[in-house]
């Protein structure tokens, strides 16, 4: 028998950007690229959106994410923590 090789990712740290979804919301997640022929470092970034099943997390929370099944047409990764919460108004 031939085994079956997962790819496992690590979990993203990135910030909530919307939470105006039930159960799903939208994240950045920034890192600096070295720009190979100028040398210097410039600001990349990604969007997400992740599901989160108990509507926790609120808008500029810096959370954790993982990868997982895909629940919807965007949406395939889903909240494993919130990590330190941002301003609320």
Known sequence: MSEI??????????????????????????RLVKHPGLGKYMKRRARFMFHDELNQSKMGDLVLIKPCRPRSAKKSFELVEILETGERE
């Open 5 to 30: 090789k997962v790819k496992k990712s690590k979990p993203i740290k990135c910030t909530v950007v919307s939470d105006k979804m039930m159960k799903s919301r939208t994240a950045v997640a920034q």
